[in-house]
């Protein structure tokens, strides 16, 4: 899943660990998002994109992550 967690995080001058506690998760969650390995929840998502100011679709690249996988749908 494409984000902008750790562009926004580094932006903000955030580390992995002030964000984590920003939002009330494990740095641990924080390290994973960033690396597209984990999925928020959709309030996980949103306290995110509070914190960055900006909205979840920008945030999680919602469009972008839509075209991709349609595109997959198409190669079958």
Same mark, same amino acid.
Do not use: H
């Given at each position: 899943?494409?984000?902008k967690v750790k562009n926004c995080r580094?932006?903000?001058?955030l580390t992995q660990k002030? #964000? @984590?506690?920003?939002?009330?998760?494990?740095?641990?969650?924080?390290?994973?998002l960033e690396k597209g390995q984990y999925?928020?929840?959709i309030? #996980? @998502?949103y306290r995110l994109a509070c914190v960055f100011k900006t909205t979840v679709e920008d945030l999680f690249c919602l469009e972008e992550n839509n075209k991709m996988e349609v595109?997959?749908?198409?190669?079958?």
């Open positions: 899943m494409l984000n580094n932006d903000a001058g002030q #964000l @984590a506690e920003l939002v009330s998760v494990s740095q641990r969650t924080i390290i994973s999925k928020p929840s309030m #996980l @998502a595109s997959q749908f198409e190669d079958l």
